[in-house]
């Protein structure tokens, strides 16, 4: 008789329902590994999540303790690669055999965590340059085989909150309706909420189309994926090795971006895109940016509208258009916008597939380890240029979700208390009021729905 107290678990063998059919024996020895150099922790934590498909609990530590005992390994066969799987969520699961959708992502999970590290290892990757970040984001995007060549841009990146209401949520599915109406693919952060409304909409549409070549592209990386475990639509998961690879992967495959209603994570996103387009290099690139939700999120545009001029000067407006509680028009803004990306390219011979012509900053790929030291030390004054203090402000923001969300964020806070943010005056108290309305609106919920503690503290000068 099963404990009631413990969640239902199955033990499986599996093999790939597409590719990623053979390993080397040294790459199997380091998915087996579990020491410190070894790969064996990170896979059985992404497993985890895609296992609990849809689960929706943000809690990685939870999520580990509500399976203590699962484990996952790679069996090396003649005839192929298997998975074994000890004590998995039996909710994988259908009469005993895995979900195929789950099967697709857990070979997805082994397949961008083995490419990642070997290829860093074998110096396939100069991460000290900046076109070296840029191609090994291309690398990894290739190695997924989510780039198409020969297809118009198609493409709409949505952002926005898994904390969401239900008003956002039901408006996140309205919008993704009318792109699917009009042959847009999805691609979104993978999770829940506003990261699957858009998909979930777009499918009704593509299935009224008649369109069936659907991408529904989910990018994410380890510290977040536990926390946000994909949504049952995605059907190409990406999984980048750090935030700031995955948002440039993002700007990279996408045609347009979409922002609906979220937190510090939405923030983040928002300030990375728009540093990258407030830089001289990319004044005339076409780049699509519309921040949309239903009537009830007006304030919330107005006031992220407000923190942005006056953090980086009204001249950031002019980068991206609010829409209110109207998905159709946000559809056709988006048509309109693809379009002069398209001839934009044409013209620039351009991949329609890569955004080859888009200068990223430095400063927006190196990864930001969020320290104490690290936050205490960003540069939030407005003696710079607006794209290099949006830089700053978004690794604040980066490491205010890590504080919240992430292991190693959680552990830094427990162990040395709130992180310190200083910057002007005007822009700090700015900032703290918009931190503060998130908490008011639920934007910032801790896993497990605890009370929400702020992992910060904002202080002038």
């Known amino acids: 008789m099963q404990d009631s107290t413990r969640a239902a678990t ?3 063998r599996i ?11 040294q790459e199997v020895a380091r998915l087996r590994d579990a020491g410190a150099g070894g790969l064996h922790s990170l896979l059985r934590r992404c497993a985890l999540a895609v296992l609990t498909q849809g689960s929706a609990s943000d809690d990685a530590r939870a999520m580990l303790e509500r399976f203590p005992d699962f484990d996952i390994q790679i069996l090396q066969r003649d005839r192929g690669v298997k998975l074994e799987l000890t004590n998995a969520p039996a909710e994988a699961f259908v009469d005993g055999r895995i979900i195929t959708g789950v099967n697709e992502l857990l070979f997805a999970v082994v397949r961008d ?9 074998a110096g396939t990757f100069d991460l000290d340059d900046p076109h070296g970040i840029t191609h090994a984001v291309f690398e990894i995007l290739r190695n997924a085989r989510v780039l198409r060549a020969n297809v118009d841009p198609n493409l709409v990146v949505c952002w926005g909150g898994h904390s969401i209401s239900r008003d ?9 309706y009318e792109l699917g109406l009009r042959a847009f693919d999805i691609c979104t952060g993978c999770g829940p909420g506003a990261m699957k409304g858009p998909m979930k909409g777009a499918t009704i549409a593509h299935a009224k189309q008649r369109r069936r070549q659907n991408r529904y592209i989910g990018i994410t990386e380890p510290g977040i994926i536990a926390a946000e475990s994909p949504n049952p639509i995605v059907n190409n998961l990406i999984i980048m090795p750090d935030i700031e690879k995955r948002l440039e992967a993002f700007v990279r495959l996408g045609h347009a971006i979409i922002v609906f209603p979220g937190g510090v994570g939405t923030a983040e996103e928002i300030l990375y895109l728009l540093g990258i387009l407030m830089h001289p290099a990319n004044a005339e690139l076409p780049f699509p940016l519309i921040f949309t939700g239903p009537r009830e999120s007006a304030a919330y545009f107005e006031q992220i509208d407000r923190f942005l001029r006056l953090a980086l000067g009204d001249a950031a407006a002019r980068h991206y258009s609010i829409v209110v509680d109207d998905p159709r028009e946000v559809a056709h803004i988006a048509r309109k916008g693809v379009d002069r990306v398209r001839t934009f390219r044409l013209d620039n011979q351009d991949a329609f597939f890569f955004n080859w012509a888009l200068h990223i900053d430095g400063a927006f790929q190196t990864p930001f380890r969020p320290t104490h030291e690290a936050m205490a030390a960003l540069n939030l004054h407005r003696a710079q240029e607006p794209h290099r203090l949006a830089a700053d402000l978004r690794r604040a923001f980066s490491g205010i979700v890590a504080g919240n969300v992430k292991e190693e964020g959680i552990r830094a806070i427990e162990q040395r208390g709130s992180f310190v943010i200083h910057g002007d005056g005007d822009i700090m108290r700015a900032l703290d009021a918009m931190l503060a309305s998130f908490v008011e609106q639920d934007r910032m919920k801790l896993p497990g729905g605890t009370r929400y503690v702020p992992c910060y503290r904002v202080e002038a000068g």
């Not at 093999?15 to 024996?25: E, H, K, M, N, Y």
């Not at 956002?168 to 993704?176: D, F, Q, R």
């Open 113 to 121: 965590i083995l490419y990642v590290a070997t290829q860093i290892d």
């Open 15 to 25: 093999t790939p329902a597409v590719g990623l059919d053979i390993l080397s024996r």
């Open 168 to 176: 956002e949520y039901e408006y996140t599915k309205k919008v993704g």
């Open 10 to 12: 199955v033990s499986a």
